[in-house]
């Protein structure tokens, strides 16, 4: 796949152009929507795309939903990221600035974390970090899409959240983990788009939400860690069901302990 990436975006400008009409001129070039036909992996699709000096350029926003890579926007920075962010854990004051577009943060030992009842909670040990019992090899990357997600409803993903309690084994930190979420939703996208009995008349019967409602949390199966084969097989078995997927990672007195799924 990663050989089909790079053949894919050979050449294409990441720049933004806007068009109106069927010619226009940008930088002193003409550009006109392109006659060509687009494939990929062997299946014809449909994408908009312009020529300038005989090449094709497409937006990279089309792009990255159709191969499945990361890509974000930093308005305060003017930046785009194609991939994964650098983890450089930005910070505003002594707290961390979380992500909020679905990069991977990455928690490193004296991160201080700004909880929602207002708690500063420092992060003390990362070393279980993707190396713990739970999760014995470091997290995957995005799944590239295997159908076309366009067919499904736009989902925003939730905002940042800690949540800061204590109980018998003290202090306790849930981080919500916005990269898992969004993980899981592409497999749960990939699995239903391979489900003929979950669509009618191009219509999907199932339902995707990145949130577990709080009356059902007491009823939401947890995995440590999940995999695509356990989504999968659950999508398989209740196509036409509500699916409610996040996901947190948990600490205990300043150390991580594993993600919970």
């Given amino acids: 796949m990663r050989r089909n990436h790079i053949s894919f975006v050979a050449g294409l400008v990441t720049g ?28 014809q699709i449909k994408l908009e795309a312009y020529s300038i000096n005989s090449r094709n350029y497409v937006q990279l926003n089309d792009l990255s939903k159709l191969v499945g890579f990361a890509l974000a926007y930093d308005s305060g920075t003017n930046s ?117 009995s979950a669509w009618k008349d191009g219509r999907l019967l199932a339902t995707v939400q990145l949130t577990v409602p709080a009356d059902l949390d007491p009823y939401a199966a947890s995995f440590w860690p999940w995999r695509a084969s356990e989504l999968e097989k659950l999508v398989h078995s209740r196509p036409n069901s509500q699916y409610y997927i996040e996901a947190w990672d948990c600490y205990t007195n300043g150390v991580f302990q594993y993600t919970r799924y």
Avoid at 17 to 29: C, E, H, K, Q
Avoid at 124 to 144: K, M, Y
């Fill in 16 to 43: 933004a152009i806007l068009f109106s009409g069927g010619t226009v001129l940008a930088a002193g070039l003409s550009a006109a929507p392109s006659q060509q036909r687009f494939y990929f992996n062997g299946q």
């Fill in 80 to 196: 785009v990221y194609i991939g994964e962010r650098p983890q450089a854990n930005a910070v505003q004051g002594e707290t961390v600035q979380l992500p909020t577009d679905g990069s991977k943060y990455v928690p490193q030992a004296g991160d201080v974390i700004r909880c929602s009842d207002g708690t500063d909670y420092t992060i003390t040990d990362v070393s279980r970090w993707e190396n713990n019992i739970f999760s014995p090899a470091p997290l995957g990357g995005l799944p590239s899409a295997s159908c076309d997600w366009s067919k499904f409803p736009p989902l925003a993903l939730p905002g940042p959240e800690a949540r800061h309690f204590s109980n018998s084994s003290g202090e306790v930190l849930f981080m919500r983990n916005l990269y898992e979420t969004r993980r899981m939703q592409y497999t749960v996208y990939n699995a239903l788009g391979g489900e003929p």
